[in-house]
């Protein structure tokens, strides 16, 4: 609702602007007569061959309106050469007037669609825009004649620079706000995913979601395995929310994060005056607050031995001991365990409890590393760069074929978490709407040229035992020969001919 009169305040204000020059009608160079009606300004010119040039666009006029406004105002013609520009908005860019008329807008406004907007006749209003390091509203709109693009008017809106300021912090949070109710209505307490978050269109990814779905209706208990950052968390939710549980809640602990004197208590809470700084009352532990819903045990293979023996006894007798109760209280909760350590060596090396163990283990649910599906990698960094580039309210739409193709062929040691922040660090360095290979991380980056570098080193053997070969032919396979026509010592030829491991019978 905050957005909604937000962005409608906006729209009036540059409505104002619009009829201000539709009251000057009479000056004997624009006639403007139609507004936003229809998204888009239609120009009527009383001279001229229906393109905008500067001739028929009275500065003067123009300055007079738009000048003492908060906002910026840009004219550019129908290939996009700006043609009037606002003196406040020269000033918020910090240059000249006379320098960047007649300049490709692109060259002068970073984050530009000005020249977009002249393409595709389409007004895009109350857009974020990042420019000079502030984010600004921008409204585009295209100016139509006779269903011929003219050019396009496009105005920034902002204050002093302090008011600015104001007006861009509130934009953020009121864009965390918005995204934060949205992602909240739908779910019950603590479930962050649904089984449509999962992102993937891997053989692999399309078994992954149908075992979800068959282990989903059942109580049963589910082991997820798999590197750190492929989504255990997230299948873990998934689980929960396609399941018979997903209007109970979903709660997390991390069995690695939790100090080992405290597990227990945290775990199944504990009753009044069972130990010294105990609350007056007791405190529920995390079963209890996971009643008819799901508890989620991260990093299990991290849950000190003793609390496997309790661990135990809750999955076999469904019940739990709060510290210091006389009597145990029957619990209503799903378990899921995840971890990325091997859980079987771990028995072997008596870490992890073997009964334990088999109980948890019935259904396994392995995540496969990113690098072993490769073909999900476009569909993850385009739903990264989604979510990233409205988060920073930065307009960037894709990337680079050369950029994809280094994703693609990157080894992902941190999974889906590594491709996440890749995406999300190289939106913030893109300089244009499409990513770059010069916008992603070093690590990236080196890696691809590690790549080239041993290709070209692979393509040159090749090529020398593909020389020596047919010299070995040439020379009826006599070496002495061979290696005078390659114009080496027979020595040097030996040493080649095991490096590339050339036989001769
Ligand atoms: N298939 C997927 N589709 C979309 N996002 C994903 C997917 N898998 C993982 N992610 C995202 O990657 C990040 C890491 O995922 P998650 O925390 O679930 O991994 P994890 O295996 O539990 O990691 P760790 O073992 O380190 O705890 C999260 O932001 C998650 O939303």
């Given at each position: 609702?905050?957005?909604?009169?937000?962005?409608?305040?906006?729209?009036?204000?540059?409505?104002?602007?619009?009829?201000?020059?539709?009251?000057?009608r009479g000056e004997d160079t624009i006639k403007i007569v139609?507004?936003?009606?229809?998204?888009?300004?239609?120009f009527s010119m009383e001279k001229g061959n229906g393109m905008i040039s500067e001739k028929f666009l009275n500065?003067?006029l123009?300055?007079?309106?738009?000048?003492?406004?908060?906002?910026?105002?840009?004219?550019?013609?129908?290939?996009?050469?700006?043609r009037?520009?606002?003196?406040?908005?020269?000033?918020?860019?910090?240059?000249?007037?006379?320098?960047?008329?007649?300049?490709?807008?692109?060259?002068?406004?970073?984050?530009?669609?000005?020249?977009?907007?002249?393409?595709?006749?389409?007004?895009?209003?109350?857009?974020?825009?990042?420019?000079?390091?502030?984010?600004?509203?921008?409204?585009?709109?295209?100016i139509?004649e006779d269903?011929?693009?003219l050019?396009?008017?496009?105005?920034?809106?902002?204050?002093?620079?302090?008011?600015?300021?104001?007006?861009?912090?509130?934009?953020?949070?009121?864009?965390?706000?918005?995204?934060?109710?949205?992602?909240?209505?739908?779910?019950?307490?603590?479930?962050?995913?649904?089984?449509?978050?999962?992102?993937?269109?891997?053989?692999?990814?399309?078994?992954?979601?149908?075992?979800?779905?068959?282990?989903?209706?059942?109580?049963?208990?589910?082991?997820?395995?798999?590197?750190?950052?492929?989504?255990?968390?997230?299948?873990?939710?998934?689980?929960?929310?396609?399941?018979?549980?997903?209007?109970?809640?979903?709660?997390?602990?991390?069995?690695?994060?939790?100090?080992?004197?405290?597990?227990?208590?945290?775990?199944?809470?504990?009753?009044?005056?069972?130990?010294?700084?105990?609350?007056?009352?007791?405190?529920?532990?995390?079963?209890?607050?996971?009643?008819?819903?799901?508890?989620?045990?991260?990093?299990?293979?991290?849950?000190?031995?003793?609390?496997?023996?309790?661990?135990?006894?809750?999955?076999?007798?469904?019940?739990?001991?709060?510290?210091?109760?006389?009597?145990?209280?029957?619990?209503?909760?799903?378990?899921?365990?995840?971890?990325?350590?091997?859980?079987?060596?771990?028995?072997?090396?008596?870490?992890?409890?073997?009964?334990?163990?088999?109980?948890?283990?019935?259904?396994?649910?392995?995540?496969?590393?990113?690098?072993?599906?490769?073909?999900?990698?476009?569909?993850?960094?385009?739903?990264?760069?989604?979510?990233?580039?409205?988060?920073?309210?930065?307009?960037?739409?894709?990337?680079?074929?050369?950029?994809?193709?280094?994703?693609?062929?990157?080894?992902?040691?941190?999974?889906?978490?590594?491709?996440?922040?890749?995406?999300?660090?190289?939106?913030?360095?893109?300089?244009?709407?499409?990513?770059?290979?010069?916008?992603?991380?070093?690590?990236?980056?080196?890696?691809?040229?590690?790549?080239?570098?041993?290709?070209?080193?692979?393509?040159?053997?090749?090529?020398?035992?593909?020389?020596?070969?047919?010299?070995?032919?040439?020379?009826?396979?006599?070496?002495?020969?061979?290696?005078?026509?390659?114009?080496?010592?027979?020595?040097?030829?030996?040493?080649?001919?095991?490096?590339?491991?050339?036989?001769?019978?």
């Amino acid at each position: 609702m905050t957005i909604f009169l937000f962005t409608f305040f906006l729209f009036r204000l540059c409505r104002q602007h619009v009829y201000q020059l539709i009251s000057t009608r009479g000056e004997d160079t624009i006639k403007i007569v139609t507004a936003f009606k229809n998204k888009s300004i239609n120009f009527s010119m009383e001279k001229g061959n229906g393109m905008i040039s500067e001739k028929f666009l009275n500065t003067r006029l123009l300055d007079i309106v738009f000048g003492k406004t908060y906002s910026g105002t840009l004219i550019v013609d129908h290939e996009g050469y700006i043609r009037y520009i606002s003196r406040n908005f020269c000033d918020f860019l910090k240059v000249e007037r006379n320098e960047v008329i007649g300049e490709h807008v692109t060259h002068t406004i970073e984050n530009t669609r000005m020249h977009l907007v002249v393409k595709t006749g389409k007004a895009e209003l109350a857009q974020l825009q990042f420019l000079r390091g502030e984010y600004v509203i921008a409204n585009r709109i295209p100016i139509i004649e006779d269903g011929k693009i003219l050019g396009a008017v496009g105005i920034i809106i902002f204050r002093d620079l302090y008011d600015w300021q104001k007006l861009n912090t509130h934009i953020r949070h009121m864009l965390s706000q918005s995204r934060f109710l949205l992602e909240k209505q739908p779910r019950a307490a603590g479930v962050k995913y649904m089984l449509n978050d999962l992102i993937g269109s891997s053989r692999q990814m399309a078994l992954l979601k149908e075992k979800i779905k068959k282990v989903a209706r059942g109580d049963i208990t589910v082991l997820i395995t798999g590197e750190s950052g492929t989504g255990k968390e997230l299948v873990a939710h998934s689980i929960h929310s396609s399941s018979d549980r997903s209007s109970g809640p979903f709660i997390k602990i991390n069995c690695g994060a939790i100090p080992e004197h405290l597990m227990e208590s945290e775990l199944f809470g504990y009753e009044e005056g069972s130990f010294t700084g105990a609350k007056k009352g007791g405190k529920p532990g995390k079963f209890q607050a996971a009643e008819g819903g799901t508890i989620f045990l991260d990093e299990i293979g991290d849950m000190p031995v003793m609390m496997q023996v309790k661990l135990l006894r809750v999955l076999q007798e469904k019940e739990i001991e709060p510290v210091g109760a006389v009597h145990p209280k029957p619990i209503d909760v799903r378990i899921i365990a995840a971890t990325n350590q091997p859980l079987k060596e771990l028995v072997e090396q008596n870490r992890f409890r073997k009964d334990l163990y088999y109980r948890i283990n019935a259904i396994q649910l392995d995540i496969p590393p990113l690098r072993t599906r490769a073909e999900d990698i476009p569909l993850l960094a385009r739903h990264f760069l989604k979510k990233a580039s409205s988060g920073l309210g930065k307009r960037v739409t894709g990337f680079s074929p050369e950029a994809l193709s280094a994703l693609e062929g990157y080894n992902w040691p941190g999974n889906i978490r590594e491709l996440e922040n890749a995406v999300h660090a190289a939106v913030y360095m893109a300089s244009s709407d499409a990513i770059g290979l010069e916008d992603l991380p070093e690590a990236i980056r080196e890696h691809l040229n590690r790549k080239k570098e041993s290709s070209l080193k692979e393509r040159m053997e090749a090529a020398e035992k593909q020389m020596i070969e047919e010299a070995l032919r040439a020379a009826c396979f006599d070496k002495k020969r061979a290696a005078k026509a390659l114009g080496i010592g027979h020595s040097t030829l030996y040493d080649k001919m095991k490096k590339l491991r050339i036989e001769v019978k």
